[in-house]
């Protein structure tokens, strides 16, 4: 069975950092790529980041591009988002997904894109 967990949200001051975690089971990643999405409250979900387990290539989106960092640890199934810099219109329940077809970073992505495996998610609140 296939599981990814968040952790790591949490309520932080603009200006803040957070980091996140994705912790994967059931699934070998080796050859695989994993996102992170985010979902504002009212809006549609966007994917901000991802990576290639297999040659740790990656992809961040313009909107946090300098201020978000995604990163791998092979041996324990896990990837990380790194978040810095935060601001208020980064406010959002925070998700990783895994890709189980093939596709790569930064296709995955692409709204037109589906992933096979997600996370429940973690809200990211940036507040003052």
């Known amino acids: 069975q296939v599981q990814l967990v968040e952790s790591g949200g949490g309520l932080v001051q603009p200006g803040g950092s957070l980091r996140l975690s994705c912790v994967v089971s059931?699934?070998?990643?080796?050859?695989?790529?994993i996102g992170w999405f985010r979902q504002a409250p009212g809006k549609g979900r966007e994917g901000i980041s991802c990576i290639n387990f297999s040659d740790g290539s990656t992809h961040v989106v313009d909107s946090v591009k300098g201020r978000f960092t995604i990163s791998r640890d092979n041996a324990r199934n896990t990837v990380y988002l790194q978040m810095n810099s935060l601001e208020p219109e980064d406010t959002a329940r925070y998700y990783c997904a895994a890709d189980g077809s093939g596709s790569s970073c930064p296709y995955i992505l692409m709204p037109s894109h589906g992933m096979d495996y997600w996370g429940k998610g973690t809200l990211v609140t940036v507040s003052s």
């Open positions: 059931g699934f070998n990643l080796d050859y695989h790529a």
